[in-house]
């Protein structure tokens, strides 16, 4: 027991303890020393420092901060100034600086409310500084960051410092989150093509069979890339496995004809071919981007033939020139010694120079499927041409002008090869069948036309014996008042240009006339450059993807598919130069003599870019598209006969 007086001590002290709590409001807690008057004024410095950063006013900012460190040292409000600190050199982008005062932060403050912001911006100022291993320490752990736009932030960061790093599978899932969270199509589409890049180009064939197990994007990409890399690797058996798994895994995928590629390749490996068809294209140097497109067609072609035709399967032997004459010829000589029945290629009129005398001692047929130039010099009676040529176009854009009953011309040109060529010839088709009132140039890179609009008005009203004033006012007020004489008026040239152009012409009363254009104006860069003043007008071009064709619809929908990416008029060419050839070897003509004689004979041949007739000539004569815009569309016009 507790002696007599400790126990009536104790006693006491409880009895004061209830007497001092039922003293107290309810819920309140101890009232706090008042704070000391100088860290109010710590507090007050600090918020003008503050105030002026949020003014912009970084200097006088960083001056307050430090007047705070000098004056307070003890305050216990340091550490938010060391966080103002890091946030002015972080906004004049001195990383080096910001990132000491998030470390101040972080060391000595470890239990204040800003540790995870300064973490944060610690890992920010490495990324800025390429510090790229301390970047990623500082960021991946962001189990207590709740704000959307910063976690979006850290998985840009991420996914940039594991690429330099070299950990693509953890690059390629930052990615994927940021696919996920992207805030509008175009932001998602650039974060979908690092995650094909990732999966094409970096990943090894263990760390694809690993991210194609799962059951959702990007699975179905790393299958598609596994199986390409199987077909590479000549593991057949296994690149038909996985191409078989895709297509049952993903039935309806978008790019299922690239399955059904990958599939039919891998199979075809496995057998031998009945049939050769050889390519000799650029696929590397200056010009392989456009080898590509031609490849592409051709495979797309190659790829429609054996599904049809799976017990007469054609093999593609594929040669890479590098845009050389003498890498075209030596190639040819290697694809003849493989019994090929046909060639797709060249590409470059160099190479076609330097292969005619080539072919006359391989006698292999050979397709080309991309020319513009004029004439086709025939040396080689092997050599055949599949293209839109300006010649054609030029013809087919005066024979519809002439069949609208078009009379009088104006020629409206850039001072260029391609304006040129397609003035004069243009201006050739219409001799003695229309007038034409003035051919004009303008330089190629210009931007203001007025002055070559003027002047045209100017040619117009003195053909129409109208004097023109002296006077500028006067003049203005004739040319404000002007009425085109003319038809029609023919604008070869570049979208880019035209759609300047149009508008122009508008403005100077040029209008209430037919306007005609080439090939190049295809592209909705036109439409929306010079809007509403296209209306009407009509131009020539040897593809029309928009078309509702079933076979061009078709042949647009297998290669968006098979290569996520619109086809251009080289893949259709291309496409229709295999498939002419294809389409001799199922009518029985399995010889290059036989494949000759078949596209020297054929006629109106139903390509998507254009009917085709060769009839006894080495150039295909084409039924080219007449298109006209309306309503801000490309429509397929068809004239009356």
């Given amino acids: 027991m507790l002696p007599g007086r400790l126990t009536n001590l104790i006693f006491s002290l409880l009895l004061a303890v209830v007497f001092a709590s039922a003293l107290m409001p309810a819920g309140c807690a101890p009232r706090l020393p008042p704070e000391p008057e100088w860290e109010q004024q710590a507090s007050l410095l600090l918020d003008q420092a503050e105030g002026l950063f949020a003014k912009r006013q970084y200097d006088q900012a960083a001056k307050a901060a430090e007047a705070f460190f000098a004056l307070y040292p003890k305050s216990r409000r340091t550490d938010r100034a060391f966080g103002l600190m890091g946030e002015i050199r972080l906004a004049q982008r001195n990383y080096g600086q910001a990132l000491s005062y998030y470390k101040e932060i972080i060391e000595k403050y470890p239990a204040s409310s800003l540790t ?103 699975a179905d990409l790393a299958l598609l890339r596994l199986a390409a890399l199987q077909i590479e690797q000549r593991s057949y058996r296994d690149a038909i496995k996985t191409g078989k798994d895709f297509l049952v895994r993903f039935p309806n995928h978008p790019e299922k004809i ?85 060639a797709v290629g060249p590409i470059t009129t160099r190479e076609e120079e330097a292969l005619m005398p080539a072919l006359e001692k391989y006698h292999v047929p050979m397709i080309r499927p991309a020319a513009s130039r004029s004439g086709f010099p025939v040396k080689s009676g092997w050599m055949f041409r599949n293209a839109l040529t300006i010649d054609s176009q030029a013809k087919a854009a005066a024979q519809f002008a002439l069949g609208q009953k078009l009379k009088k011309f104006v020629i409206f040109y850039p001072d260029e090869p391609y304006g040129k060529d397609l003035a004069r010839l243009f201006g050739s088709e219409l001799e003695h069948k229309a007038e034409v009132l003035a051919t004009i140039s303008y330089p190629s890179e210009t931007k203001d036309f007025g002055p ?39 604008l070869p040239g570049y979208a880019e240009r035209i759609g300047l152009l149009i508008p122009q012409l508008a403005f100077y009363n040029v209008s209430g006339i037919a306007m005609l254009g080439s090939d190049n104006w295809h592209t909705p860069d036109l439409i929306e450059r010079a809007g509403r003043y296209t209306n009407g007008a009509v131009f020539v071009d040897g593809f029309f993807p928009e078309s509702a064709d079933p076979a061009i619809r078709s042949f647009v929908e297998a290669y968006r598919s098979a290569y996520q990416e619109e086809p251009d008029i080289l893949a259709a060419q291309a496409y229709d130069a295999a ?63």
């Fill in 116 to 218: 995870v912001e300064a973490k944060y911006k610690l890992g920010l100022c490495y990324f800025e500084l390429k510090e790229y291993d301390l970047a990623a320490a500082n960021l991946e752990d962001r189990s207590k960051i709740t704000e959307p736009e910063q976690l979006k932030r850290i998985a840009q960061m991420l996914s940039v410092s594991y690429v330099f790093k070299k950990n693509y599978p953890a690059a390629l899932k930052e990615y994927v989150s940021l696919v996920q969270t992207a805030s509008n199509d175009q932001q998602r589409a650039g974060y979908r093509d690092r995650v094909r890049d990732l999966i094409d180009k970096n990943l090894n064939d263990s760390e694809l069979k690993a991210l194609s197990a799962g059951v959702a994007y990007p």
């Fill in 258 to 342: 690239r399955g059904e590629l990958l599939l039919n390749d891998a199979t075809s490996k496995l057998t031998a071919p009945r049939f050769m068809l050889g390519a000799l294209l650029p696929l590397t140097g200056q010009v392989a981007f456009f080898g590509e497109r031609v490849l592409r067609g051709i495979q797309l072609a190659i790829h429609d033939y054996n599904l049809q035709m799976p017990d007469s399967r054609v093999e593609l032997l594929i040669k890479d020139t590098e845009g050389s004459p003498d890498k075209a010829v030596a190639e040819l000589g290697e694809l003849a010694s493989k019994d090929i029945v046909a």
């Fill in 452 to 490: 070559y609009v003027r002047k045209l008005i100017e040619i117009d009203l003195r053909s129409r014996k109208i004097p023109i004033p002296e006077d500028d006012a006067e003049r203005k007020k004739l040319f404000a008042e002007y009425t085109p004489s003319f038809d029609c008026i023919y």
């Fill in 579 to 641: 498939t002419m050839a294809l389409s001799l070897l199922k009518n029985g003509k399995d010889s290059p003599i036989a494949v000759r004689d078949g596209l020297l004979a054929l006629k109106d041949y139903p390509g998507i870019s254009g009917a085709a007739t060769f009839a006894g000539s080495y150039e295909a004569q084409k039924q080219l598209f007449l298109i006209k815009i309306e309503d801000g569309k490309f429509t397929r016009l068809i004239p009356e006969k």
